[in-house]
């Protein structure tokens, strides 16, 4: 999807695309305790397993571009099982170079959101 682009500025206005289109989050889902610790801006993540045993996913942010990193983590992951979350290999992150044209806390959030987003996977697995 990002081989489209030829600079970060596109990748980075794609991304912010991303979080525009992301659904909204029930209101009741943004609890503290869905907040990502580690994000630099409000982030909210709930997860749900459906009747096929995936997990899905929905999110929120205060900051346009937090909102389209966890909505592209969100793309990559929803509608997968909790299996197929724990072992996914997220090259895409390197290889679109959306780490190295972060700031260090966005940086960090980003791992935090995809260290959580596996910690709800293994908790699904728990249930």
Known sequence: EFDMFSDWMEKYEHIIEIGKDLPTMEQEDKVDENLIKGCQSRVWLSAK????GEVIFSADSDAIITKGIIGLLIQVLNNES???????DLFFIAQIGL????????????????????????QSLAQ
């Not at 909790?82 to 996914?88: D, G, I, M, W, Y």
Request: proline letters at 6%.
């Open 99 to 122: 780490a190295e044209h972060l700031s260090p806390t966005r940086a960090n959030g980003l791992l935090s959101m995809v260290k959580r987003m596996k910690t709800e996977a293994l």
């Open 49 to 52: 397993l459906n009747y096929e």
């Open 82 to 88: 909790p299996e197929t979350v724990l072992k996914s």
